[in-house]
């Protein structure tokens, strides 16, 4: 419907059920028809809704709102407000009607299985599709396109992606090598000039253990010998296994911190990208995927996989 003949409309309306001191506005809202703002005496509807409605439901939706300003407040949407709207005319329903029209959303974010999701607003964090996965999931991260094409998501949306996926691997690696029982604050500090970026240090490790295997079987996966009669032949031997190293103090230390053995006591700086930060704090409780975590006068809950031990309390 044309806006002005929108505004004609309501106008009407107010002045058919003695609202004339109340103004009628547009609004930019995509997801809601309309609003009845008591303190300014406004009634505001959508504009970019207005225009896909027809005639009928433009009526509807600024009587619904009238309604709502001849009963006042305190009403909301019971049954006060609803024999009210159902005697001027409205339909007195609560929400927009299912198969109205709705404004479409310039971002679509699409997961690797199909599933699509749309936001009137530009995406500021990763996510990734809630029906394949409850929880965030790299392998079903959402791919967003604006007005159908594909676009940067910008430095902050990449590194908080890229944290979020080397928090999942430290967690995997902490399943696999962490050993079992509470680490306590009694356990000696690592040295700090041994320190090592997080994230990191892990990820090498797998890579040094598999190439000391690839260039062992390769050197040692064949070898001679001499039959009887003085023949030389080939044999295939089986692969070499090669044990894990041992893990440094460090390393069991950012396994103990990714799997949530770190005992009340402990202090720790907090890896989260955020205004938290290089924060650093004492743990007051292990929940089930998160620390508290006592950082001057707030207590933060940080997950287990975004925190690196500082030393014991």
Known sequence: MDLVEVRRLGLELLAEHGLRTWQFTFDNAKRRAGAC?????????????????DVDQVRDTVLHEVAHALVGPKHGHDAVWRARAVAIGCSGTRLVDAEAPRAPAPWRGTCPRGHSYERHRRPTRPASCARCDPGFNPDFLLAWTHHGRRVPMGARYDRELRSLVAGRERRRAAEIYADQGPLGPGTPAPDAAAHEPPGTWWQQELLDVAGRRERVAAEDDTAWVVDEEGHRWRVEDPPVEIADPPLTPRMRLELAAASGRLTPGWRVRIIAPGKYLGV?????????????VRAGRDVLTVPFELVEPVRPG
């Open 37 to 53: 703002k008591f303190e300014a005496r406004t009634i505001s509807v959508s504009r970019h809704l207005m225009r896909l409605y």
């Open 280 to 292: 650093e704090g004492k743990v007051v409780k292990s929940a089930r995927t998160r620390y508290h």
